[in-house]
């Protein structure tokens, strides 16, 4: 984990995201604290537990982005689910837990991936070998029978074919190889066929799990399928060089790092957490939201997951929910689930001036992304200062008519604005196109003017 100071991490968001100073400091802190937490003795290290934290505001407001950017920026475990999609327990549905087996399952991938960069080397040169083994067989001694009469023992002279040749061919090849002079040649290569038969097995346990449990089976039991293809050099080189470093990496080694990883320095982002909120006014406790929330509760306060890779505790991964909150209040939250999010930080709305820093600050900015496709068709496109202040006045304006959804509204806009540009490009004659606030209020004068029509339109 990097070791960044509050100030730093805020820094660091800030090339992304414009505005939401509260949240910002809030996950910067949380951070910080995981690194404090490191340094303090053992005895007290176990008892500290991360302060996990709710986001509240509406959609487009960069409540998701927040938390995807510090997990990138620290190089954190990072998983995204929405509250939605999971049920209580004897319900059709997600059970809470597959959170962090999908957690877990993403680390693993991500390590390995690590791990067989480090060994790329050394699988290459292993690959190499083989390639050249297919290439050039190495030599068989010849055994020439002598005559003998009817049961007599045959007399066998063995041959020696001359090694020198064989090794001055061989490196004649090697070198071929790595000029890339022999990438169009056809070499066969046995490769193992990985796809199985898909089956569905609904359980109690979870349906994924049993799922991965009897995919496990079926590979332990059934003998694995290889087929013996004719492939190019090139790529037979590619697929030698990637089994040769899963041969090398240990995999109980990855394993274990990445349930290391995942406790320690772990963040689930649970989104719209407000849909399994219950609103006051409701009779009774509602099986599928409050349920939801019972579930949700052991996982987030600490408790051990079970996945096929071993066990997995929770009690240091860092949990930040977000939702809107319009229909409800995070105190309509069961009291206990409450207790375990002791950090809320309300976002901010959008309005016009964001809307400018949007569209032109952050390194990712939605115009530099039009910019860059547009360039791919040798087309020179700028936005004057007056249009980008135009474009955030629409979307203002149809974010307080209609639905406020954020950010997200420039999308919607920018395409509709660019949508003859993008179509004509290939075909268009001039290299430079400038936008200026007359052709955005142009384009938008009909749409904007119909309330109805922005409501479907925009």
């Given amino acids: 984990m990097s070791d960044l100071k509050p100030s730093e991490i805020v820094k660091e968001l800030d090339k992304y995201i414009i505005g939401q100073d509260d949240a910002k400091r809030s996950v910067a802190i949380a951070l910080r604290n995981r690194w404090r937490r490191r340094k303090v003795e053992d005895e007290l290290r176990d008892e500290i537990t991360p302060k996990n934290i709710i986001l509240i505001g509406p959609t487009g407001v960069g409540k998701t982005e927040i938390a ?130 898909v089956v569905e097995i609904f359980s109690n346990v979870g349906m994924e799990e049993m799922g991965l449990n009897f995919k496990d089976m079926l590979n332990g039991i059934m003998p694995k399928n290889v087929k013996r293809r004719k492939i190019k050099v090139k790529d037979a080189l590619g697929i030698l060089i990637k089994e040769e470093a899963q041969n090398l990496v240990d995999i109980d080694l990855v394993v274990k790092n990445s349930i290391a990883k995942v406790e320690e320095s772990g963040i689930l982002f649970i989104d719209e957490i407000d849909k399994v909120a219950v609103s006051t006014g409701g009779k009774g406790p509602d099986i599928s939201r409050e349920g939801v929330q019972r579930d949700l509760l052991p996982i987030v306060e600490g408790s051990t997951v079970h996945t096929k890779y071993g066990h997995v505790k929770t009690d240091h991964i860092l949990f930040i929910a977000s939702g809107a909150f319009h229909m409800c209040k995070p105190s309509d939250l069961i009291p206990e689930l409450q207790g375990r999010f002791p950090i809320r930080v309300e976002l901010n709305s959008l309005g016009k001036d ?105």
């Fill in 68 to 197: 995807r950017r510090l997990a990138k920026l620290t190089d954190s475990p990072f998983f995204k689910v929405e509250a939605s999609k999971f049920t209580e327990v004897g319900y059709v549905g997600r059970d809470c837990e597959s959170m962090v087996r999908d957690l877990l399952e993403l680390t693993i991938n991500r390590e390995k991936k690590k791990a067989g960069e480090i060994v790329k080397e050394k699988a290459a040169q292993i690959a190499e070998e083989r390639m050249l083994d297919l290439l050039l067989p190495k030599p068989v001694k010849k055994s020439v029978s002598s005559e003998s009469k009817p049961g007599e023992k045959t007399l066998e002279i063995v041959k020696d074919v001359p090694a020198t040749e064989t090794v001055s061919t061989r490196e004649k090849l090697r070198t071929m190889l790595k000029k890339g002079k022999l990438d169009s040649r056809f070499v066969d290569l046995e490769v193992a066929d990985s796809s199985i038969p």
């Fill in 354 to 458: 964001e809307f400018v820093r949007i569209l032109t600050e952050p390194k990712n900015a939605l115009l530099l992304q039009y910019m860059a496709l547009l360039r791919t068709e040798d087309i020179d496109l700028k936005f004057e200062d007056d249009a980008v202040k135009e474009i955030s006045a629409v979307a203002e304006e149809v974010n307080t008519n209609t639905e406020n959804i954020g950010a997200r509204r420039l999308h919607t806009l920018m395409e509709r604005l660019l949508d003859n540009i993008l179509f004509d490009a290939p075909d268009m004659t001039d290299t430079q196109i400038v936008i200026g606030a007359d052709y955005v209020r142009n384009k938008f004068k009909d749409i904007k003017g119909d309330e109805d029509l922005s409501r479907y339109i925009l």
